[in-house]
Nanobody
Framework: QVQLVESGGGLVQAGGSLRLSCAAS????????MGWHRQAPGKQRELVTT???????NYADSVKGRFTIPRDNTKNTVYLQMNSLKPEDTAVYYC?????????WGQGTQVTVSS
């Protein structure tokens, strides 16, 4: 059974940085695509960024230039490096992994940015 475990959320002041981690377990090969989504209170879950096994990335316009998604294929781990955080980045962040066409999700980690 594929599992995604996130860590690294917390409270940070506007302008600060946070780094989230997501480790996939339960498989013995590299996850096809990994990414991060987020859901703010009262809003739908939205895409933040994704990265393929080959390293191709995609970013939401709202985070371009501020967030990056490093990936370690040997550990099936993806990170979300968040810089220049804004209060509107406050949300629950979910890790997503695609394995042979099936989506898997982490449990979510809260990120709160104070003004």
């Amino acid at each position: 059974q594929v599992q995604l475990v996130e860590s690294g959320g917390g409270l940070v002041q506007a302008g600060g940085s946070l780094r989230l981690s997501c480790a996939a377990s339960g498989i013995d090969y590299s996850v096809d695509l990994m990414g991060w989504h987020r859901q703010a209170p009262g809003k739908q879950r939205e895409l933040v960024t994704t990265i393929t096994r080959g390293g191709n990335t995609n970013y939401a316009d709202s985070v371009k230039g501020r967030f990056t998604i490093p990936r370690d294929n040997t550990k099936n781990t993806v990170y979300l490096q968040m810089n220049s955080l804004k209060p509107e980045d406050t949300a629950v962040y979910y890790c997503r992994g695609v394995v042979r066409g099936t989506n898997y999700w982490g449990q979510g980690t809260q990120v709160t940015v104070s003004s």
